[in-house]
């Protein structure tokens, strides 16, 4: 059997970063492909799976796929239960503050008209009244950041031993200790040595592969964009917001016996 693997949550660029050192992409889309969450579910499985390469050996190479929406969909996790029952789950998270603010600014950079009307903070507080457009963003911005919620829904149709939860704050600044974290929950072989495959670039913010002669290779120029930092009572709102959802999922990664981010210690401090 092919092994299937899925990464959602909110640190979707950082994923492709390391994926893409040592993957073969899809021919047909370099986007998030979106089969589990929406309408495209109804199109099959053969439409699906026309969107990875053919495996050289079916019984050890990986399927991987990232879809950041994925992690709060309702209808994704028993979707892709029901087709691959033995995938392995890769779940990013970063501080669901900031996760909701860097939502709020990808809908500024596509021009979404609420985004750009309001600002963030009347976005996040905006009352029950407002127009459909500014709820609608308001939901987007807040709802994927009810961690516990979400991963709850996952472990209804997946083992504990299928989910692996990633600090998205680590990701980001030791790369190398969290993907070596990542092939052994994965089961790779041989081991990919990334601390040879990857450096840092200051001007992108964020690690790129190393290819030779000292070259690298980055996300475009979409990706790692720089905005004004959050309004302190934005980051107010929302530190008061989800402390009940973040004392939760404390209590919830207790239980599974996973470490709790750094991001989730300081905010519980």
Same mark, same amino acid.
């Given at each position: ?6 990464t959602s949550?909110?640190?979707? $660029?950082?994923?492709?970063? *390391?994926?893409?050192? &040592?993957?073969? =992409? !899809?021919?047909? %889309? ?12 109804? $199109?099959?499985?053969?439409? *699906?799976?026309?969107? &990875?390469?053919? =495996? !050289?050996?079916? %019984? ?24 691959? =029952? ?12 900031d ?55 996952w ?10 939860i990633?600090?998205?704050?680590q ?11 990542v ?66 999922l ?11 981010p ?8």
């Amino acid at each position: 059997m092919i092994k299937d693997t899925k990464t959602s949550g909110p640190e979707r $660029k950082l994923v492709t970063t *390391y994926q893409n050192s &040592f993957n073969l =992409p !899809s021919p047909k %889309t370099f986007e998030e492909v979106q089969f589990f969450n929406g309408n495209n579910y109804h $199109k099959g499985i053969d439409w *699906y799976m026309e969107f &990875f390469p053919t =495996p !050289s050996n079916i %019984t050890s190479d990986f399927l991987f796929e990232k879809s950041a929406n994925y992690f709060h969909s309702e209808e994704a996790p028993k979707r892709a239960a029901s087709l691959v =029952p033995k995938a392995k789950i890769i779940t990013i998270l970063i501080d669901p503050s900031d996760r909701a603010y860097s939502w709020y600014q990808h809908q500024r950079s596509h021009e979404d008209p609420a985004a750009l009307r309001f600002n963030f903070y009347e976005v996040i507080t905006t009352a029950h009244w407002a127009p459909s457009d500014v709820k609608t963003l308001q939901r987007r911005c807040l709802l994927p950041g009810w961690y516990a919620v979400h991963i709850e829904r996952w472990l209804t149709y997946f083992a504990t031993s299928q989910l692996l939860i990633i600090d998205g704050q680590q990701l980001r600044s030791d790369p190398v200790t969290v993907m070596d974290e990542v092939q052994k929950f994965l089961g790779v072989t041989p081991h990919y040595n990334y601390s040879e495959a990857l450096t840092f670039d200051p001007q992108k913010g964020f690690w790129c592969q190393l290819l030779e002669g000292g070259k690298t290779k980055c996300l475009g120029k979409s990706k790692g964009r720089k905005y004004p930092p959050m309004d302190p009572e934005s980051r107010t709102f929302l530190s008061n917001y989800y402390r009940d959802h973040n004392v939760e999922l404390s209590k919830l990664l207790h239980r599974l016996g996973q470490p709790l981010p750094s991001w989730l210690r300081q905010e519980l401090q």
